[in-house]
């Protein structure tokens, strides 16, 4: 009597799970503690995800590329380099469901010269039929009013359709405003207020 073999049915994959927004915030706030502590400015990190595949595309922190450059900007002009186009066309090449973390609310005003990042946010997806773009931030803390007052990154986000979250973890926000603030002079009159409280 001959053997029958019954072929074997694949076995399902089982795959560890994507990383939550905490797990990702605290990324981004490894990446802010490499940028050098100075009164002038926040140290803050970002980066830019592929929410489809749980894949980081970009990294960034403040002061990382050459110039006053923020943490947003820097992972934009890396996408730049690594896609060869220029930092404005960057949202040709990212995938569909690209969202942003960053430790801080993206600005809403920059010294002279300087472009906001909420503008260059905005930027990646204006015009574009395709979706592309980034339709999600994910915040650590509100931009504090240390050196623009009411700060309305996230208010112009909301605005133009993209869905900003603030991301909650167990003392997320004391080690990001420690980070940011790291080189900054302070006052009796400081406090902590930036809870994304809004």
Do not use: W
């Amino acid at each position: 009597m001959k053997a029958h073999h019954t072929p074997l049915r694949p076995m399902p994959t089982i795959t560890s799970p994507s990383p939550s927004p905490v797990e990702y915030m605290r990324q981004a706030l490894e990446l802010a503690q490499k940028s050098t502590p100075k009164p002038t400015n926040y140290r803050v990190g970002a980066l830019v995800v592929d929410a489809t595949i749980n894949t980081v595309l970009a990294t960034g922190y403040t002061l990382e590329c050459e110039g006053n450059t923020h943490a947003e900007q820097s992972c934009f002009i890396k996408l730049a380099r690594e896609h060869n186009v220029s930092e404005e066309e960057v949202g040709a090449v990212l995938p569909e469901k690209a969202v942003l973390y960053t430790t801080m609310e993206p600005c809403s005003q920059r010294s002279v010269g300087n472009v906001p990042c909420v503008e260059r946010i905005l930027g990646l997806g204006k015009g574009r039929e395709d979706g592309k773009g980034i339709k999600t931030v994910y915040v650590g803390v509100l931009e504090p009013d240390t050196f623009v007052r009411e700060n309305t990154g996230r208010g112009r986000l909301e605005a133009a359709g993209i869905q900003v979250v603030l991301v909650e973890g167990e003392g997320l926000v004391q080690d990001i405003l420690s980070v940011a603030t790291a080189g900054h002079v302070r006052t009796d009159n400081d406090s902590a207020t930036a809870t994304g409280t809004a």
